[in-house]
T-cell receptor
């Protein structure tokens, strides 16, 4: 079974509007972390935001916020006030803290290609 | 400060050639990771170093893949007798601590095997 599922291969948004990128995950570990990375065409993975499984509040970083619904095992990324420079691939990833000692591995989804239209 | 750098950025190899991909992590970072990203996919874990020790190589796809980090800083991923299915972007990441630290990624090396 996929550990990270991103069901949207591509998304379009108008500049200045908000967009939500979906991510669901599958784990039996009680302790885990969820990450979102941005990958522009240059190839580098840029860290955006992190949510720990025990965090009470949803994470926010500037225009990025994470809509964390633990019972539904979803960790959607919300980008507010989209900018042209936000056009990129976005990856959701998970690190399982108690995964038999390999609690450093990131497991990634297949990504969502976001296009921001002017 | 300098981030993670990788070289070469692009590599074209003929099937059967050996290749070596270099990663320079952020200075002082204990942990170093290699990931393989096939076209249209997310990165997949290959191997993990803590300083010079290779603690996990469970993601290496075959014994043609070999990684080293002899002095605990620069790392090299070597692929012997390359095959077409090895074509991918190879990403290197480093983190300051061995556990829980944010992983900082390099720009990757795009390997094309003809």
């Amino acid at each position: 079974a996929q550990k990270i599922t991103q069901t949207q291969p591509g998304m379009f948004v108008q500049e200045k509007e908000a967009v939500t990128l979906d991510c669901t995950y599958d784990t039996s570990d009680p302790s885990y972390g969820l990450f979102w990375y941005k990958q522009p065409s240059s190839g580098e993975m840029i860290f955006l935001i992190y949510q720990g499984s025990y965090d009470q509040q949803n994470a926010t970083e500037g225009r990025y916020s994470l809509n964390f619904q633990k019972a539904r095992k979803s960790a959607n990324l919300v980008i507010s006030a989209s900018q042209l420079g936000d056009s990129a691939m976005y990856f959701c990833a998970m690190r399982e803290t108690n995964s038999g000692g390999s609690n450093y591995k990131l497991t990634f989804g297949k990504g969502t290609l976001l296009t921001v239209n002017p | 400060g300098a981030g993670v750098s990788q070289s070469p950025r692009y590599k074209v190899a003929k099937r059967g050639q050996d290749v070596a991909l270099r990663c320079d992590p952020i200075s002082g970072h204990v942990s170093l990771f290699w990931y393989q990203q096939a076209l249209g996919q997310g990165p997949e874990f290959l191997t993990y170093f803590q300083n010079e020790a290779q603690l996990d190589k469970s993601g290496l796809p075959s014994d043609r893949f070999f990684a080293e980090r002899p002095e605990g800083s620069v790392s090299t991923l070597k692929i012997q007798r390359t095959q077409q299915e090895d074509s991918a972007v190879y990403l290197c990441a480093s983190s300051l601590t061995s556990l829980f630290g944010e992983q900082f990624f390099g720009p990757g090396t795009r390997l094309t095997v003809l």
